[in-house]
C-alpha cells in the first residue's frame, strides 16, 4: 500500500506499553475534536471525538484529553499493539462538524 | 451498506484530461463530504452537501473543481484539465446530520489520482 505521511513526526514504542499522541490546535472556537487514524493506502478511521464542554473521554483501550487553556489535545492508547501502528490525525471544527480542519499528523510504530 | 464507497480507486491521467470520482456515502446519512489529502499531510476540506444542496466550498476548490450530488445520494467530483499539482488522494466522508457526540463522521478509502 501507499504510504501516508512519508516526514510526519514518529512516535515509537514497544509492544504493550502506553502511548500518548500530542496535538495542538489553533482555533479558540473550534467546539468538536476527532482523533482519526489511517493506514496505508485507506482513509482516515474514526477513534474517539470530545466536545468542548469536556476535558476527558475514554473509549475502549483509547483516552482523549482536552486542554482547552493551551488548546492541546491528547489521545492515549492502553497496552499498545502492532496493528495500531499507523499515522494518527486530531482534528478540530467550530460548527457542529460540518467542516474538519486536520492537524499534520504524527506516526505510530509499534516494535514486537 | 457497510461504510462510503469510492470510485476509482486508482486513477493516473494524463495532464488536461478531465476526471471524474465517484462517492456513494452511508445510505441513511445525508451530508456529504470531500476531502483532498497529499502525502504527509492531513485532510483538507474542499465541499460538503447537505441533501442536494452544496453548502459550502473551500477556496481550495478552483474553477476547474465541480462537485454535484443531484439525487442526495451519490456524489460526483469532476476536475477539468487537470494539473500535475492535482494529484493527491481525493477523500469523500459521509455524517448523519449533526448533534451530539460522536456525529459518524465516516471516511471512504479515497481516490488517488495521479497526473502525468
Known amino acids: 500500500g501507499e504510504s501516508v505521511g512519508l516526514h510526519l513526526p514518529t512516535l515509537s514504542v514497544q509492544e504493550g506499553d502506553n502511548s500518548i499522541i500530542n496535538c495542538a490546535y489553533s482555533?479558540?472556537?473550534?467546539?468538536?475534536f476527532i482523533w482519526y487514524k489511517q493506514e496505508s493506502g485507506k482513509g482516515p478511521q474514526f477513534i474517539i471525538d470530545?466536545?468542548?464542554?469536556?476535558d476527558k473521554r475514554q473509549g475502549q483501550r483509547v483516552t482523549v484529553l482536552l486542554n482547552k487553556t493551551v488548546k492541546h489535545l491528547s489521545l492515549q492508547i492502553a497496552a499498545t499493539q502492532p496493528g495500531d501502528s499507523a499515522v494518527y490525525f486530531c482534528?478540530?471544527?467550530?460548527?457542529?462538524?460540518?467542516?474538519?480542519?486536520f492537524g499534520g499528523g504524527t506516526r505510530l510504530m509499534v516494535k514486537p | 451498506d457497510t461504510g462510503v464507497s469510492q470510485n476509482p480507486r486508482h486513477k493516473i491521467t494524463k495532464r488536461g484530461q478531465n476526471v471524474t470520482f465517484r462517492c456513494d456515502p452511508i445510505?441513511?446519512?445525508?451530508?456529504l463530504y470531500w476531502y483532498r489529502q497529499t502525502l504527509g499531510q492531513g485532510p483538507e476540506f474542499l465541499t460538503y452537501?447537505?441533501?442536494?444542496?452544496?453548502?459550502?466550498k473551500s477556496r481550495l476548490l478552483s474553477d476547474r473543481f465541480s462537485a454535484e450530488r443531484p439525487k442526495g445520494s451519490f456524489s460526483t467530483l469532476e476536475i477539468q484539465r487537470t494539473e500535475q499539482g492535482d494529484s493527491a488522494m481525493y477523500l469523500c466522508?459521509?455524517?448523519?446530520?449533526?448533534?451530539?457526540?460522536?456525529?459518524?463522521?465516516?471516511f471512504g478509502s479515497g481516490t488517488r489520482l495521479t497526473v502525468v
Open positions: 466522508a459521509s455524517s448523519p446530520r449533526g448533534g451530539g457526540q460522536g456525529y459518524g463522521y465516516t
Open positions: 445510505s441513511e446519512h445525508n451530508r
Open positions: 470530545i466536545r468542548s464542554n469536556m
Open positions: 452537501f447537505q441533501n442536494e444542496a452544496q453548502l459550502e
Open positions: 482555533n479558540s472556537a473550534s467546539d468538536y
Open positions: 482534528a478540530e471544527s467550530g460548527n457542529a462538524g460540518n467542516m474538519l480542519t
